[in-house]
């Protein structure tokens, strides 16, 4: 079975650019999340969506920031206008989370974010 | 603002040793606890989930809870420099989706 994927795999732009990263969460799970990971700050929730709802949206940076899910097989972070310090790790995770059930999410393989 | 603390190390044992990593949290109400792994480069790998105070034991790793204490550790037997990577102890607050993630601890298992 496929992982989660995420595209493109590196992004270098420059700041002031939009910038769309990518997740296909694996096939049948119905919660998906955005985590940001950095040296300084570790591997930080941005937002989670659970059957294609976002549920909190608190670790959202700033107004910059925006995710998407239209569909249970596909989500969007979007960053416009781009910033040096969003330069970053971005992983999309996915679980499937059932009532009193576990929790355990699966990560993708990264998008390494470079803005110049 | 829920905390998951872990010493980021590194943490160097030798081949063949036992290496323990630990992870204290904040929040009383959690009730599930993981162990990833990342290699350096490399996405978060589940490698342990934990529920319910004591052992859970998978090949070399143990996993230890104490609810009461707050505390939450991983056991790796017979380290190999196979496992040399960044442990991370995540928790999760029953009843909700949400998982706090500490820093991690660098292990370097030396040959």
């Known amino acids: 079975d496929a992982g989660v994927i995420q595209s493109p795999r590196h992004e270098v732009t420059e700041m002031g650019q939009e910038v769309t990263l990518r997740c296909k969460p694996i096939s049948g799970h119905n919660s998906l999340f955005w985590y940001r990971q950095t040296m300084m700050r570790g591997l930080e929730l941005l937002i989670y969506?659970?059957?294609?709802?976002?549920?909190?949206d608190s670790g959202m940076p700033e107004d910059r920031f925006s995710a998407k899910m239209p569909n249970a097989s596909f989500s969007t972070l979007k960053i416009q206008p781009s910033e040096p310090r969003d330069s970053a790790v971005y992983f999309c995770a996915s679980s499937l989370k059932l009532a009193g059930g576990p929790n355990e999410q699966f990560f993708g393989p990264g998008t390494r974010l470079t803005v110049l | 603002q829920k905390e998951v603390e872990q010493n980021s190390g590194p943490l160097s044992v030798p081949e063949g040793a036992i290496a323990s990593l630990n992870c204290t949290y904040s929040?009383?109400?959690?009730?599930?606890f993981f162990w990833y792994r990342q290699y350096s480069g490399k996405s978060p790998e589940l490698i342990m989930s934990?529920?319910?105070?004591g052992d859970k034991e998978d090949g070399r790793f143990t996993a230890q809870l104490n609810k009461a204490s707050q505390y939450v550790s991983l056991l790796i037997r017979d380290s190999q420099p196979s496992d040399s990577a960044t442990y991370l102890c995540?928790?999760?607050?029953?009843?909700?989706?949400?998982?706090?993630f500490g820093i991690g601890t660098k292990l370097q298992v030396i040959p």
């Open positions: 934990i529920y319910s105070n």
């Open positions: 929040d009383r109400g959690s009730q599930s």
């Open positions: 969506f659970n059957n294609n709802v976002p549920i909190d």
């Open positions: 995540a928790v999760n607050e029953g009843g909700y989706q949400k998982v706090t």
